[in-house]
Nanobody, 128 residues
Framework: QVRVVESGGGSVQPGGSLRLSCKVSGYTSTTFCMAWFRQAPGKEPEVVARIESDDTTTYAESVKGRFTISVDNADNTLYLQMNSLKPEDTGMYSC??????????????????????WGQGTQVTVSS
């Protein structure tokens, strides 16, 4: 059984940084497609960043140059380093895992329905 546990969210001032972590357990596949989604109140969820088994990464235009997605394969942990945070980055951030790979990484942007496993989310608030 796959479990996904997120951490690292919190409140930060504009221009600050946060590092989100997503610990994945019960996952045995050597290939993967993983992503971070976020959702602000009253808005539709949007994909922020995606990473594949071959380290290919894709970012939403709004976070390019500021966010970095990475994976520690030895520790089965997905990360999202967020720098130069803006108020519009505020939202609930969720970690998503697609062990089938061909769904979540087939197109950009991917659909939430393409990912089989999800964490509970971690809140990020950017305000003065």
């Amino acid at each position: 059984q796959v479990r996904v546990v997120e951490s690292g969210g919190g409140s930060v001032q504009p221009g600050g940084s946060l590092r989100l972590s997503c610990k994945v357990s019960g996952y045995t596949s050597t290939t993967f497609c993983m992503a971070w989604f976020r959702q602000a109140p009253g808005k539709e969820p949007e994909v922020v960043a995606r990473i594949e088994s071959d380290d290919t990464t894709t970012y939403a235009e709004s976070v390019k140059g500021r966010f970095t997605i990475s994976v520690d394969n030895a520790d089965n942990t997905l990360y999202l380093q967020m720098n130069s945070l803006k108020p519009e980055d505020t939202g609930m951030y969720s970690c998503a895992v697609d062990p089938r790979h061909w769904l979540g990484c087939d197109a950009w942007p991917p659909s939430r329905d393409d990912f089989e496993h999800w964490g509970q989310g971690t809140q990020v608030t950017v305000s003065s």
